[in-house]
């Protein structure tokens, strides 16, 4: 298979993750005798320090003709701290999301075993959960209309939901539901605000179309605790954007580290892979990002290309090196010398010699990045 894959590096540790996301994909490439090319370009600060805005416009036209694109992180401290700043680096990650009509996002969120000691919750209650958020991602209160009063004193966003908004991501929701627990989640806020009670009711009529899935319908601040208390009555939870925004960040406690979530946002004609984690402006060119939410988010890119063998590969290389530790200082207690790049090796090399783990894990130590 041919893929063009624009790559949008972003801020922060975006560019030391996506760079082993890359080198996954190109070994993929490599053994299944597929050609991927790979075309950069900026978005957030990193295009406003170098053009003046967030998105310019020879990174949407690059978006525009690719096949796909694999996303980095988005962030600047210099506009965290300065509320009033006319122009910010999220600006272009909500602008690709508006322009490609990204409508669907889709989170993932898998306890791995070896991980179990990492999240603060308890094992037993962690074990086996599996579930995947389906997050509505171009309609409600972050692309509403704002305002500010004439005095600075008094400020407003709206928060709108047309039937079209509501119903496309929620077939995609159900028809996942048919695939995997015949089990759906609704969350809303229905009992207070008029969007959420549209959701409620278009939900109610769609479901009818889909009797092989039990619905529960859960208001946002039950779904908070719950997911805490039981995250395995879940599997498919389907939610409004700024809840799915703060709820399955929530659920980065789960499998240990926000560093592990991968996600795919999913138009009708395009499609962008992205991990879920931020620009982490602290950890950049220290060599401690964690790599493997941009890496899992590449294994989402090739299943959205039915290329589900090659996925599997790379979620195989994914279990090993947890298994084995070879991880970035969040998750990592053994070993105090593997980083962010060496992750992205070990990752590599198993996908290029998957039954060799013991020579890949010494040549991980002595700093090599092949086989050979």
Not at 255 to 265: D, E, N, P, Q, W
């Amino acid at each position: 298979m041919k893929l063009h894959i624009a790559v949008l590096p972003g801020d922060g540790i975006g560019p030391e993750v996506i760079a082993q996301a890359v080198k996954a994909l190109k070994s993929i490439a490599t053994v299944y005798d597929h050609i991927f090319t790979f075309e950069y370009g900026l978005v957030g600060a990193a295009a406003i320090n170098k053009t003046g805005i967030a998105l310019p416009e020879e990174t949407l036209a690059l978006c525009k003709k690719a096949d796909t694109i694999l996303f980095g992180a988005i962030g600047s401290p210099k506009y965290e701290n300065d509320p009033e700043a006319k122009i910010r680096p999220e600006q272009g990650l909500l602008g690709l999301r508006k322009e490609l009509d990204l409508h669907t996002n889709i989170r993932p969120v898998v306890a791995y075993e070896d991980l179990s000691n990492k999240s603060p919750l308890r094992k037993k209650w962690i074990k086996d959960v599996n579930l995947c958020f389906y997050r509505e991602l171009t309609g409600g209160i972050y692309f509403g209309e704002k305002t500010f009063s004439e005095d600075g004193n008094t400020a407003t966003d709206t928060c709108t939901y047309t039937r079209n908004e509501i119903e496309r991501v929620a077939h995609r929701a159900f028809k996942a539901a048919q695939s995997r627990k015949h089990k759906l989640t609704l969350v809303d806020k229905a009992n207070v605000l008029a969007s959420s009670k549209l959701w409620r009711k278009i939900i109610k009529e769609i479901a009818i179309q889909y009797p092989d899935v039990a619905v529960n319908y859960l208001y946002v601040d039950q779904v908070a605790m719950q997911l805490i208390l039981n995250p395995k009555q879940f599997d498919i939870i389907l939610i409004e954007n700024m809840f799915g925004d703060i709820i399955s960040e929530e659920a980065s406690v789960i499998v240990g580290s926000i560093g592990l979530l991968a996600s795919a946002s999913i138009g009708d004609k395009y499609s962008m892979f992205e991990p879920i984690h931020g620009a982490y402006y602290k950890a950049t060119d220290r060599g401690i990002a964690n790599p493997i939410a941009a890496i899992l988010s590449a294994a989402m890119l090739l299943e959205h290309f039915d290329l589900y063998e090659e996925a599997n590969l790379i979620k195989k290389a994914v279990d090993k090196s947890l298994q084995l530790q070879i991880t970035t200082p969040d998750l990592n207690t053994k070993y105090d010398n593997i980083s962010t790049s060496k992750v992205g090796d070990f990752i590599e090399d198993f996908i290029n010699n998957p039954e060799e783990t013991n020579l890949n894990f010494t040549n991980i130590h002595l700093g090599q990045s092949t086989i050979i």
